[in-house]
């Protein structure tokens, strides 16, 4: 009897749940609600096709001034950052020694000429001469003789002349000599720009070769950078790119490209890129890192 009545048991059991189930609708409802919906997946985002570089902020005309010749300095006119002008002095060095040479010069110079006239007058007296002889000859006064001794000592002046001539040029060309050696005792601006450094001071012995001021221009301003060169082809000159201070916070400023490296860094695999800035520089300087955005190369 108990064998029998377990499996009717079970069925009964079965049956009471399901009829549970049947009379509590919300909580079938309540359980499906809980089951995840499938969602989309999520967009992904396009890769910019901008590729951004850095390179510094140059300028074309940037040098050190050198003493071109020994000497003591005898005046400074300029100090880091006066502005200059090309022509501009900004020291001298003792001028006397090279003065005196060229005044020296000068005056041996005025001897010279002196003589190349008195020469070229001794010429056209003795021409004189040879004409009146010759006709003495022909009229039978005098003889060959004295006509050829006349005729050859005009000729030979002549040669004195151009002597004298030639030295004349000779001296000319060293007045200009000494004339530049007494340039190089002041110190110009190059070029218009401003003065960056100073490395004298009054009293100073400087030497040949030795630094004396750094002269920086401020202006066009350019940038250069460098780029991979799976870019070859990719970036032209006149194309526009976007120049910012490396700093943060920078001003963004508009750059034309002038000038592409037309061969490979061999080193670095890279082509190197000059770009000129476009209007006022505002918060940039030369020397400054930049940041460089180029659009549509990737």
Known sequence: MT??????????????TLACDQAN?????????????????LTQPTP??????????????QVDLTAQRSGVVTAVLADVGKSVRKGDRLALLDDRQATAERDAACAKLRSIEADVKN???????????QERAEKMWE??????????????????????????????QNARDHLRSLELELEKTRIEAPFNGMVARR???????????????????VAPLRVKFALPERFIGKIRPGQLISVVAAEAGG?????????????????????????GLLGPAGDLRPGMSAKIRLENLR
Request: proline share 6%; no cysteine; hydrophobic share 40%.
């Open 3 to 16: 064998t029998r009545r377990a499996p009717m048991l079970a069925v009964l059991l079965l049956l009471a």
């Open 25 to 41: 609708p919300q909580k079938q409802d309540s359980e499906a609600s809980t089951v995840p919906a499938s969602t989309p997946p």
């Open 48 to 61: 910019d096709d901008a590729y951004v570089a850095t390179g510094p902020i140059v300028v074309e005309n």
């Open 119 to 129: 020469w070229e007058s001794e010429v056209k007296v003795l021409e004189a001469d």
């Open 139 to 168: 009229a039978q006064l005098i003889t060959k003789e004295q006509v050829d001794h006349i005729r050859y000592k005009v000729i030979a002046d002549r040669y004195e002349v151009e002597r004298e001539r030639q030295n004349l």
């Open 199 to 217: 490395y004298v001071r009054v009293g100073q012995q400087v030497g040949a070769g030795e630094r004396l001021f750094w002269v920086t221009a």
């Open 251 to 275: 001003t963004v400023h508009q750059a034309k490209v002038i000038q592409i490296s037309p061969v490979v860094d061999p080193s670095s695999n890279t082509i190197e890129v000059l770009a």
